[in-house]
């Protein structure tokens, strides 16, 4: 999914938890698990969302503590204190690929009293790892090392990540080079990816399961749980004749779509739409779901419902 703050575009039986818990030798809160939280990028705005969601991503404090005022919970966006970019030689040409930072641990250290406080007066539920790491060049091993250091600290807390379709499809990243990626991090409890279409499609979402199905659940171990981030957007580029009214249009029809597949996968926790405001593009803007009121409307009623089985 995507990083609420800064970037663009996370259920299973409990018995199954359990056993499947015996094989990863990871805790599953079983509180995670099952369609029961609902939130929007990309800025996590807690008075906005009063009502109809019921956690955000963030690492701004003021934000935690304003949210928690409020009855929401969160996840502590924690990518920057755990991976940087790195200059590598590739075919010739320098990269700057993801890479595990030298002193992640010491970070990591430095920032646990502050996050055992939060955690401890329940303003965090987890960590969100981070946003297509694999697709910007992150070693898949990397998110396993970072997670398994979260999760020897907090052996409850809730980790996601979300990625991109190429990473999760061909275990390729951005530069063209191929990774080991059969498997996520045995430490995540939510894995999503972002996938996003720019005309009306009735079956769009129908394409985004299938996905799922054959690219993302095979990779996932069968205690950790799916979140969905669908689209909720318009764009003033004028992209394939489709111009901000019909976005509104077929991103409200998708939204339903979205929660109706949600409601039938067992596997799926969370539905986080991308994204909340206005996003400057390099020939304009993309118009967030707040200006788009069929699709703004769509999910506060589904928000609505989500939040109300908690």
């Not at 009855?71 to 990518?79: A, I, K, N």
């Not at 898949?140 to 907090?154: E, G, N």
């Not at 979300?162 to 499809?169: F, Q």
């Not at 909720?232 to 779509?257: I, R, W």
């Amino acid at each position: 999914w995507i990083l609420f703050e800064s970037m663009t575009p996370f259920s299973v039986v409990i018995c199954l938890c359990c056993i499947s818990a015996l094989c990863t030798g990871v805790h599953f809160p079983p509180q995670y698990s099952g369609l029961k939280w609902f939130t929007f990028s990309t800025t996590y705005s807690p008075e906005e969302f009063l009502g109809w969601c019921n956690f955000g991503v963030t690492n701004n404090l003021t934000l935690v503590q304003r949210g928690h005022q409020l009855g929401f919970t969160h996840l502590w966006l924690v990518e920057n204190i755990f991976f940087e970019r790195q200059n590598v030689t590739h075919r010739g040409k320098v990269i700057h690929p993801l890479g595990l930072r030298k002193n992640y641990t010491a970070e990591w250290n430095a920032q646990v009293p502050m996050f055992r406080k939060l955690w401890n007066e329940k303003k965090i539920m987890g960590f969100y790892i981070g946003d297509e790491l694999v697709w910007n060049g992150l070693d898949p091993q990397s998110i396993v090392i970072a997670t398994k250091l979260i999760r020897d600290t907090f052996p409850n807390a809730l980790q996601a990540e979300n990625e991109a379709v190429p990473s999760m499809k061909d275990e390729v990243d951005m530069f063209g080079r191929k990774h080991n990626f059969k498997k996520v991090s045995p430490h995540l409890d939510w894995q999503s990816i972002d996938w996003y279409h720019h005309k009306p499609n009735h079956t769009f979402v129908r394409h985004v399961r299938n996905f799922y199905d054959v690219y993302v659940y095979p990779k996932m171990w069968s205690n950790q749980s799916s979140a969905l981030v669908p689209g909720a957007f318009g764009s003033t580029l004028g992209q394939h004749d489709c111009n901000v009214a019909c976005y509104d249009k077929f991103s409200a029809f998708d939204a339903h779509e979205f929660y109706k597949w949600a409601m039938e996968d067992p596997r799926v926790a969370a539905i986080v739409p991308w994204h909340w405001v206005d996003l400057p593009q390099v020939n304009g803007f993309t118009v967030g779901a707040k200006h788009l009121p069929k699709t703004k409307a769509a999910w506060k009623a589904i928000g609505k419902a989500i939040v109300s089985t908690l």
